[in-house]
């Protein structure tokens, strides 16, 4: 069974200022990872994925992940954010690529810009 | 506009009543699935579908039933067997030959 851990529920972060926003999961088998973003009342928006290769990937409106098979992670990360960045951040895992048996998300984690 | 819809937004309900989300996507998706959103836990698998006619439990798919008489539409019934049924709903498609998810805007539901 796949798991998928959120360390942190909520990251507060000053505009502008650098965000890294952290996912740890657990697998027994090879699996694919996604970075999802949540506006309020609304449904989920792909960031980035990782399936294979370059372990360094880059996503929409500036973000980028890093898996790191080793230490079982795949942060997600930005060098400025902006107001418009508050959201919730889920993080996902697959071990059949595109989920076709669904996929496994983390709770969460809140991002909040402070101005 | 091609993408997927959830209808209605926001449903109340009484207690022990079953109600009837809907999703439907014309993106010519083969698979749909039903997530269950609460606050402070994730999003939770109810069921999916990856062709007409079959679909499969999730992790939480008790108090719930599916239909796929269709390839775009994926409708939720929540029983009154649900014990909890106060949640977002979230419905998602995707191809089997892609690798991508796609949400819909989700269905806020009260049971009162």
């Known amino acids: 069974a796949q798991s998928v851990t959120q360390l942190d529920s909520q990251v507060p972060v000053f505009e502008e200022a650098p965000v890294e926003l952290r996912c740890n999961y657990s697998?027994?088998?090879?699996?694919?990872l996604f970075w999802y973003v949540q506006y309020p009342n609304q449904g989920l928006q792909l960031l980035l994925k990782y399936l294979s290769g370059s372990t360094l990937v880059k996503g929409i409106n500036g973000f980028e992940a890093e898996f790191n098979k080793s230490q079982t992670s795949f942060h997600l990360r930005k060098p400025s954010v902006h107001i418009s960045d508050t959201a919730e951040y889920f993080c996902?895992?697959?071990?059949?690529?595109?989920?076709?048996?669904?996929?496994?998300f983390g709770k969460g984690t809140h991002l909040i810009i402070q101005p | 506009d091609g993408g997927i819809t959830q209808s209605p937004k926001y449903l109340f309900r009484k207690e022990g009543q079953n109600v009837t989300l809907s999703c439907e996507q014309n993106?010519?998706?083969?698979?749909m699935y039903w997530y269950r959103q609460d606050p402070g836990q994730g999003l939770r698998l109810i069921y999916y579908s990856q062709i007409v006619n079959d679909f499969q439990k999730g992790d939480i798919a008790e108090g719930y039933s599916v239909s796929r008489e269709k390839k775009e539409s994926f409708p939720l019934t929540v029983t009154s067997a649900q014990k909890n049924p106060t949640a977002f709903y979230l419905c998602?498609?995707?191809?089997?030959?892609?690798?991508?998810?796609?949400f819909g805007p989700g269905t806020r539901l009260t049971v009162l």
């Open positions: 996902a895992v697959s071990d059949s690529g595109g989920g076709a048996d669904g996929l496994t």
């Open positions: 998602a498609s995707s191809s089997m030959s892609s690798d991508t998810q796609y």
């Open positions: 697998s027994s088998v090879s699996v694919y």
């Open positions: 993106l010519n998706h083969d698979a």
